[in-house]
Structure formats: structure tokens, C-alpha cells
């Protein structure tokens, strides 16, 4: 799969989103010091619940994806962002890394 056909997979961009509610649980709960049965007593869930949103096994609505986010102290801030310019900014950044990078010998 090219990566503009990637970036405009929804399921690219849900499991970017799991992913990052994921990370801010985990540092959530380290900063705390919180195992899985704390941090389900805390959100006032079931602790096979709190697995499931660690394994990333889960598909919220953006309701509950905020209200998670609040829970653990973090506002979710999310832009929407045309496709194609997107995917020709990435590639430009793509670019300029790569020229940067390359090494001319002398």
C-alpha cells in the first residue's frame, strides 16, 4: 500500500488515535504509579476493561475517547487537515529530510 493510499485508510488514523490514548494511559499511570486494577477502580470501570484499552482492542465513540482523555488529565485536540495537502506536505517534509541527510563527497 503507497502511503497516500495509507493516510487516507480510516483505520490508519483510528489506530493512530488508540495509539496515543494508549501512551498517555501508560504515562498516566506511571507518573502515578497505578497498576491495571487502580487505574480501573479510578476510572470507575472493570479491570478487563482497562486491558482491553491497553491491548488497543477497542473502537470507542468520541465521546468516550474524551471522556477517558479527561479522566487522565489531557484535553484530546484534534484538526482536520485536507488529504491532499497533507500527503504533499509529508512528502515535501519526505524530501527535504532525505536531501538533508545525504552525504556528497568532497
Not at 41 to 61: A, F, N, P, R, W
Not at 75 to 97: A, G, K, Q
Request: hydrophobic share 35%.
Amino acid at each position: 500500500m503507497k502511503r497516500d493510499e495509507l493516510l487516507k485508510n480510516p483505520v490508519y488514523w483510528t489506530t493512530a488515535l488508540q495509539m496515543e490514548l494508549y501512551r498517555q494511559i501508560n504515562v498516566f499511570m506511571q507518573k502515578r504509579g497505578m497498576n491495571k486494577t487502580q487505574l480501573a477502580e479510578y476510572l470507575g470501570c472493570s479491570k478487563g476493561y482497562v486491558t482491553q484499552l491497553l491491548s488497543g482492542d477497542y473502537d470507542h465513540k468520541i465521546s468516550k475517547f474524551v471522556e477517558l482523555s479527561l479522566a487522565i488529565g489531557k484535553i484530546p485536540e484534534f484538526s482536520f487537515i485536507d488529504v491532499d495537502e497533507y500527503i504533499e506536505s509529508e512528502n515535501s517534509l519526505y524530501v527535504s529530510t532525505v536531501s538533508s541527510s545525504s552525504c556528497t563527497s568532497v
